[in-house]
């Protein structure tokens, strides 16, 4: 299996553009995940989805951030307008409810960065 | 709300010794799951360590191994025979087995491990 997929892997945009990160999950898993992680605030739980639903969005930090997943192999992240405090690495997660533990298997993330 | 706490922003340790790295945790469920993450300089987080609350068995991944203490709230990982590869950033997490935050992981604020040759 090819693990979980994040693209792109590094994005630099200015500040006021939209900004959509991409992330597949690993094939079969009903859960999936959007971490952010910087160095004040650590990783944070941004949002998550089970069998495509959203079920907490408790950690998008303001409307400007949405999260979406139109089927079970894709989901997007999306910041509009973005802002240089947005700067971080997005790491998208995934995992299987009937497995043991529910594993969470994280992509290689997105570094972001907002001018 | 459940809250992780890794107290050591830094721990370093000589190749071929021993290290001991902390995590507590807050909550108020009896059943539950924990983990401790590594994320080395290309920012991958790895699995590194599962424990299952119930289990009183401490769980072991060959070098690595942990010292639950459940009536403490306290999940620490030993690595034995430290490797130059161990060298990364440690995060401790909890995961309820149930409710509404069923499958949400919260990780603490991590810990900077230091190999030395």
């Known amino acids: 299996d090819a693990g979980v997929i994040q693209s792109p892997r590094h994005e630099v945009t200015e500040m006021g553009q939209e900004v959509t990160l991409r992330c597949k999950p690993i094939s079969g898993h009903d859960y999936l995940f959007w971490y952010r992680q910087t160095m004040m605030r650590g990783l944070e739980l941004l949002i998550y989805?089970?069998?495509?639903?959203?079920?907490?969005d408790s950690g998008m930090p303001e409307d400007r951030f949405s999260a979406k997943m139109p089927n079970a192999s894709f989901s997007t992240l999306k910041i509009q307008p973005s802002e240089p405090r947005d700067s971080a690495v997005y790491f998208c997660?995934?995992?299987?409810?009937?497995?043991?533990?529910?594993?969470?298997?994280f992509g290689p993330g997105t570094r972001l960065t907002v001018l | 709300a459940q809250t992780v706490t890794q107290s050591q922003p830094e721990m370093s340790v000589q190749e071929a010794e021993t290290v001991t790295l902390s995590c507590t945790y807050d909550?108020?469920?009896?059943?539950?799951?924990l983990f401790w993450y590594k994320q080395p300089p290309s920012r991958q987080m790895i699995l590194v360590i599962r424990q299952e609350a119930y289990k009183q068995q401490n769980a072991t991944e060959n070098r690595f191994s942990v010292n639950f203490q459940k009536a403490a709230k306290s999940f620490s990982l030993k690595i034995s025979d430290s490797q130059l590869g161990d060298a990364a950033m440690y995060f401790c997490a909890y995961r309820p087995t149930r409710g509404t935050s069923y499958g949400k992981l919260t990780f603490g604020q991590g810990t900077i491990l230091t190999v030395h040759p």
């Open positions: 909550t108020s469920e009896s059943d539950y799951y």
């Open positions: 989805f089970n069998n495509n639903v959203p079920i907490d």
């Open positions: 997660a995934s995992s299987f409810v009937q497995v043991a533990y529910n594993e969470q298997f």
